[in-house]
């Protein structure tokens, strides 16, 4: 069974620029959450879909957003880049099963985005 | 809230000795905990986790935990570390509420010596 699969692997962009990360979950799972990951602050939850319906969210300012797919395939967008921006942005699927506390997360390799 | 404290940043080790990276975590729920471990460039990946069911959970690559409510902790542990061992480790607890968010410890780099 494939894995999580995230494109693009490695992005620069600019101040003020916007941008766009996909994930695609591993087969069969519902559930799709992002987390950003900085030398600063560590491994940070973003938030959670499941069923095209975003069901958790973390404290991040509203220029993150994401979605998903009726596929489960899943989109995060930042908006205003700003240089903090920059960090490894990791998507993780799980199967979204009624037992959320005790599922199994399974993350991607990530896309390491550079904000200049 | 629910959060998870790792008592040390770095560890170092020699290889074939026990290794034990220490976790602590608080919780208002009776928490799932997790340690996942990553390498160098590449992505986390789930060494064990423990959901209420047996304390003492085995993990892959010879690891495991203990969970102790008492002490609110979730150490792990190996008893010989190999040089492959070397990477950053996290403990996790997961988010009450929903349970769908994780919550990340600071981690614990272990370094392995021959």
């Known amino acids: 069974k494939a894995g999580v699969t995230q494109t693009p692997r490695y992005l620069i962009k600019t101040r003020g620029q916007q941008v766009t990360l996909s994930c695609s979950p591993i087969?069969?799972?519902?559930?799709v959450s992002w987390y950003q990951q900085t030398p600063g602050q560590g491994l940070q939850f973003l938030f959670e879909y499941f069923s095209e319906t975003q069901r958790n969210k973390g404290n991040f300012p509203g220029r993150f957003s994401g979605r998903q797919f009726s596929n489960s395939r899943s989109e995060m967008n930042v908006s205003t880049l700003e240089l903090g921006d920059s960090a490894l942005y990791l998507c993780?699927?799980?199967?979204?099963?009624?037992?959320?506390?005790?599922?199994?997360?399974?993350f991607g390799p990530g896309t390491r985005l550079l904000v200049l | 809230a629910q959060s998870v404290t790792q008592l040390d940043s770095h560890v170092s080790v020699s290889e074939g000795t026990p290794v034990l990276l220490r976790c602590n975590y608080s919780s208002s729920y009776s928490p799932s905990l997790f340690w996942y471990v990553q390498h160098p460039n590449k992505g986390l990946q789930l060494l064990l986790k423990?959901?209420?069911?047996?304390?003492l959970v085995k993990g892959i690559n010879g690891f495991e935990a203990e969970f102790k409510k008492s002490e609110t902790s979730f150490h792990l542990t190996k008893p010989s570390a190999h040089m492959s061992d070397a990477a950053e480790y996290f403990c996790?607890?997961?988010?009450?509420?929903?349970?769908?968010?994780?919550?990340f410890g600071k981690g614990t780099t272990l370094s392995v010596s021959s």
């Open positions: 087969s069969g799972h519902r559930s």
């Open positions: 993780a699927s799980s199967r979204g099963t009624d037992r959320v506390f005790s599922e199994t997360q399974y």
């Open positions: 423990y959901t209420s069911a047996a304390t």
């Open positions: 996790v607890v997961s988010e009450g509420r929903t349970g769908t968010a994780l919550i």
